[in-house]
């Protein structure tokens, strides 16, 4: 009697990645409009301080502006439909640039409270107005994290 082994098959669909509009009707894709959104916050708020440990907020804004830009780039090849030739290609770009995205993101979140943080604790010219522009885009670069943790996740599962 023959043991009988798991089948593998030899090949299998993979479901295409929507294109145009339909991308925003469909998780994981509908997280990049407001992986955009809350990561634009993130970028603007921090900006809007005066960056008073540059070290921690350089960091942040690095991970801020460049998120949001090669995120705006995967969402335009997305809509215009640049992804269709190799749809498996692009699920695995998918998944790997929002995983690396939300580790990224969540460093520069930590970094961020840090800097909130000594700047409350240490600093001479303590202004109320740019400690709460800190607090705001520090809880922006948790949620922009949990975002990217999300699609990343959804497009692993999918």
């Not at 009697?1 to 145009?20: A, E, H, L, R």
């Not at 994981?28 to 970028?43: H, S």
């Not at 070290?55 to 995967?74: D, K, R």
Request: aromatic content about 16%; glycine content about 6%; proline content about 4%.
């Amino acid at each position: 009697m023959g043991t009988q082994g798991i089948q593998i098959p030899g090949s299998f669909d993979v479901p295409d990645i929507p294109s145009g509009l339909d991308i925003l009707r469909r998780l994981p894709y509908a997280f990049i409009i407001p992986e955009l959104i809350f990561g634009g916050w993130v970028w603007i708020l921090v900006a809007a301080t005066h960056v008073h440990i540059p070290e921690n907020q350089g960091w942040v804004m690095y991970v801020a502006v460049s998120s949001f830009v090669f995120s705006l780039i995967l969402l335009m090849v997305y809509l215009f439909g640049f992804h269709k030739n190799n749809c498996a290609t692009w699920r695995i770009v998918d998944v790997i640039y929002h995983g690396i995205t939300a580790i990224f993101y969540l460093s520069a979140a930590v970094l961020q409270v840090n800097a909130t943080i000594m700047y409350e604790k240490g600093h001479v010219g303590w202004n109320r107005v740019t400690y709460h522009l800190d607090a705001a885009a520090s809880i922006f670069a948790f949620v922009t994290t949990l975002l990217y943790v999300l699609h990343s996740f959804q497009s692993y599962v999918h």
